[in-house]
T-cell receptor, first 114, second 115 residues
């Protein structure tokens, strides 16, 4: 069965500092992984996705994630965060079977302080 | 492109009332889903549809009904609202099976309070 674990519920950082948001997954099917971002009072927006190929995936707004099969991880990183990166971030995997829907982690709230 | 449109954005219900949350997409996507978001719980799947006329239950279906009469619309009905249904509801659609790496698109959400 598929599952996603986000190890940190809240991550406070100062502006221009680097950040890593951690995600571990369990999947019995081919691995596809997603990171979504939710800005305050908004819907979810795709940040990046891993399908196959290079293990380093670049997304929007300067974020990148690295797929590590041996550690079953897909951590999200940004070398220098901005106030505008304050949001909740969700790691997700496709639900098994023919359904077009996702299993989400519980989310990590990133709070960027000046 | 409008994408995925949800109405209303906010709603307050009294316990026992019924209502329908509307969701429409203009991308000709076959797959549509409803999720609820609760603090510390992430998003949990309520119901989903793989095409017009086909629906199925997700992880937390109790108290909700859905139907899919057209490709575009996927309404979520609360039969008899309870305070436990206070949540933010998101509708999503996708072109195909996410195992093949397609992307899910989300609406802006409906914030529901049941008093």
């Amino acid at each position: 069965a598929q599952s996603v674990t986000q190890l940190d519920s809240q991550v406070p950082v100062f502006e221009e500092a680097p950040v890593e948001l951690r995600c571990n997954y369990s999947s019995s099917v081919s691995v596809y992984l997603f990171w979504y971002v939710q800005y305050p009072n908004q819907g979810l927006q795709l940040l990046l996705k891993y399908l196959s190929g290079s293990t380093l995936v670049k997304g929007i707004n300067g974020f990148e994630a690295e797929f590590n099969k041996s550690q079953t991880s897909f951590h999200l990183r940004k070398p220098s965060v901005h106030i505008s990166d304050t949001a909740e971030y969700f790691c997700a995997v496709p639900r098994g079977g023919s359904q077009g829907n996702l299993i989400f982690g519980k989310g990590t709230k990133l709070s960027v302080k000046p | 492109n409008a994408g995925v449109t949800q109405t209303p954005k906010f709603q307050v219900l009294k316990t026992g009332q019924s209502m329908t949350l509307q969701c429409a997409q203009d991308m000709n996507h076959e797959y549509m889903s409803w999720y609820r978001q609760d603090p510390g719980m992430g998003l949990r799947l309520i119901h989903y549809s793989v095409g017009a006329g086909i629906t199925d239950q997700g992880e937390v279906p109790n108290g909700y009904n859905v139907s899919r009469s057209t490709t575009e619309d996927f309404p979520l009905r609360l039969l008899s609202a309870a305070p436990s249904q206070t949540s933010v509801y998101f509708c999503a659609s996708s072109y195909g099976v996410l195992l093949e790496g397609t992307e899910a698109f989300f609406g802006q959400g409906t914030r529901l309070t049941v008093v």
